[in-house]
């Protein structure tokens, strides 16, 4: 069993940066997909981004596109979210959340491991 740990939340102005980072407590993150997901208050869990095992692959929901980056550092002990020019309304608490089998996907369900979240707050 892997326990994944997100760090980098925290309070933002709209338009601003943060880099979220994930981590396994004890081992590498190197043989999981790994992806990462939120979730506003009153509001469902939604996919942000994911990543392969190789880090070649990349898939992001449509909303980040384009302001969000997904990567691993190269002794796969990390994976980190870049997020740039963040609003208001991308307030939630962040998740990271690993895969054991198969490929990236987007679906929550077909991941098998939660950090406990980490909270993002974008000031209007």
């Known amino acids: 069993q892997v326990q994944p740990v997100e760090s980098g939340g925290g309070l933002v102005q709209t338009g601003g940066s943060l880099r979220l980072s994930c981590a396994a407590s004890?081992?590498?993150?190197?043989?999981?997909?790994v992806g990462w997901f939120r979730q506003a208050p009153g509001k469902e869990r939604d996919f942000v981004a994911t990543i392969s095992r190789s880090g070649d692959s990349t898939y992001y929901a449509d909303s980040v596109k384009g302001r969000f980056t997904i990567s691993r550092d190269n002794a796969k002990i990390t994976v980190y979210l870049q997020m740039n020019s963040l609003k208001h309304k991308e307030t939630a608490v962040y998740y990271c959340a690993v895969k054991r089998r198969g490929v990236a996907v987007t679906a929550t369900d077909r991941y098998d491991y939660w950090g406990q979240g980490t909270q993002v707050t974008v000031s209007s």
């Open positions: 004890g081992r590498t993150l190197s043989s999981y997909v």
